[in-house]
């Protein structure tokens, strides 16, 4: 049984607090610079990496000299603001060394519920990785509280991994993997080596935290991994202090928990997230080039294909497209709002900076985000 790393050509790897800080003794920086070594080598195997790193809360109490863990949420929201900082900055020097550059991206769980948000997320993680930078990413604690509360970075690393397509989520704690029950409580506990994210027996095995630094516990990544699975992504719950941890995960060899998500679900999984969530607020009439380009050759919808455009949209809102009989043919997440896509209808995409003062993608819908019907 090989791992699922071997063939993932996209991760998004996360590390929890209690791994990132040495179990809040401060950052532990001989680790960071161990991981960013395997991610390097990761990447000259053609592998894309994202990184969810906590931490945040743990090194700025470290940082201001606190023994004991505030119950206030404004002091975490402070201590995570200073902590942050030192997070940074130790991933920025130990990837530098391998001559790659990191970038710190701060999300919320509501922005990417949030439709634009969602599609400006997306398309600057995507960049970000287009130019073989590291995303650093870690919860916007300044602006949200809930998930101080929670202090659930899985769930983050889980809705990164929808959000970019990944092809798998590396969970990266401090047991080595998932067990039949919380190993620090269960001395006769047993290493989970595969199973099928979103298993309701692997809920009833996972408990909270161990740690005084962890919050989540294996019931969050159990939780995340079913999240994952939902756009095809698979999950592997591993020690983070074990050998080449990534590295051997990425040449195949099994390390951890596997947790496999039905990958005939990837495409499905974006449509049904489409067709559930999202209401239609525009229309689009698009020629008959364009509609050959959507249907027979799977591409991109851009402006100089669009004839009419009605209804009230924004960007990142969903829009029905239509031949010019008025059938639809497909739905998809438009990048330009509906004033803006009156003014570039028919124009070629270099035309669009010119007339709109800027340029955000040259495609009014990505295939990504482009279903048909
Ligand atoms: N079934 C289980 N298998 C392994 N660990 C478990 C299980 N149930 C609960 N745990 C606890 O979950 C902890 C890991 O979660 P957490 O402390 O939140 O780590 P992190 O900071 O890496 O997210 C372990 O130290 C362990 O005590
Ligand atoms: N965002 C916060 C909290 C995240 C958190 O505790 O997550 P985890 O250690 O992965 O369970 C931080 O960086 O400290």
Not at 62 to 71: E, I, M, Y
Not at 115 to 127: C, E, K
Not at 262 to 280: C, G, I, S, Y
Not at 333 to 340: C, F, G, Q, R
Request: contains cysteine; proline residues 3%; charged residues 25%.
């Amino acid at each position: 049984m090989p791992s699922i790393l071997a063939k993932s050509r996209c991760l998004v790897v996360k590390v929890g607090s209690s791994l990132v800080t040495n179990e809040g003794q401060g950052l532990d920086t001989q680790a960071i610079a161990h991981w960013a070594d395997q991610i390097a080598r990761l990447k000259e195997m053609g592998k894309q990496v994202l990184l969810v790193s906590s931490g945040a809360i743990a090194e700025g109490m470290q940082r201001l000299g606190w023994k004991k863990r505030p119950h206030a949420l404004h002091e975490l929201q402070a201590a995570a603001a200073v902590g942050q900082m030192g997070l940074v900055q130790v991933y920025e020097t130990c990837f530098r060394k391998h001559g790659l550059h990191t970038a710190q991206v701060l999300l919320t769980h509501e922005d990417l519920a949030d439709r634009a948000r969602y599609l400006n997320a997306r398309s600057t993680l995507r960049t970000l990785l287009a130019l073989n930078v590291i995303p650093v990413i870690n919860e916007n604690d300044t602006v949200v509280t809930e998930e101080i509360k929670f202090g659930d970075n899985d769930t983050l690393g889980a809705l990164v991994t929808n959000l970019v397509e990944a092809d798998a989520l590396v969970i990266m704690t401090d047991q080595k993997g998932l067990y039949s029950a919380d190993p620090r409580k269960d001395p006769h506990a047993r290493l989970i080596q595969e199973a099928r994210a979103g298993d309701p027996e692997l809920e009833k095995m996972a408990g909270g935290a161990g740690s005084a630094i962890g919050r989540g516990g294996m019931l969050t990544k159990v939780l995340a991994a079913k999240r994952a699975a939902r756009s095809g992504a698979h999950t592997v719950i591993a020690w983070g202090r074990e050998p080449d941890v990534l590295v051997r995960l990425a040449k195949g060899e099994l390390i951890g928990t596997q947790l496999l998500a039905d990958e005939t679900n990837k495409v499905a999984a974006r449509k049904k997230w489409l067709a559930d969530h999202l209401q239609v607020r525009g229309r689009l009439v698009l020629d008959a080039g364009a509609v050959r380009a959507l249907v027979e050759e799977g591409k991109s919808l851009l402006p100089i294909g669009v004839v009419e455009a009605s209804g009230d949209f924004g960007r990142g809102e969903v829009v029905a497209c239509v031949d010019e009989a008025g059938r639809e043919i497909a739905r998809g997440l438009a990048n330009y709002d509906a004033s803006e896509t009156r003014r570039i209808l028919r124009q070629p995409s270099s035309r669009i900076e010119a007339i709109l003062g800027y340029v955000d993608e040259p495609e009014l819908i990505h295939r990504d985000n482009l279903v048909l019907l």
